[in-house]
Nanobody
């Protein structure tokens, strides 16, 4: 099992940037997968970033392609997501989710099906004003 705690959300003007963090309680002995998921107003949750905790495989959804950077802080079991050029349409709650199935290497692809991510945090709110 793992506990996930998101932080870093806030209120920014369009064009600004935020860095979200996800602290994981699991001190992993093997690689697993993390998804950044967001729920914007009126919509279902959507996965926007999928990454192998080894940091060698990442998949970015079109909504954030070209304006986001994800990173892994091994020393602190933390996963960061920087989103740049924020738009009002980015407003919502951002969650990190974990798929704890082990991977042998940091290069292995992760599932992009949210059904495989069994653990998630409480989320962090992002508000982008125009």
């Amino acid at each position: 099992q793992v506990q996930l705690v998101e932080s870093g959300g806030g209120s920014v003007q369009a064009g600004g940037s935020l860095t979200l963090s996800c602290a994981a309680s699991k001190n992993a002995q093997a690689y697993y997968c993390i998804a950044w998921v967001r729920q914007v107003l009126g919509d279902e949750r959507e996965g926007v970033i999928f990454l192998n905790t080894g940091g060698r495989w990442t998949r970015t959804a079109p909504a954030l392609n070209g304006r986001s950077t994800s990173s892994v802080d091994d020393a602190n079991n933390t996963f960061n997501l920087q989103i740049r050029t924020l738009k009002p349409g980015d407003t919502g709650i951002y969650y990190c989710e974990a798929d704890l199935r082990e991977h042998e290497t940091g290069f292995q692809a992760c599932s992009t099906s949210r059904a495989t991510y069994k653990y998630w945090g409480q989320g962090t709110q992002v508000n982008v004003s125009s």
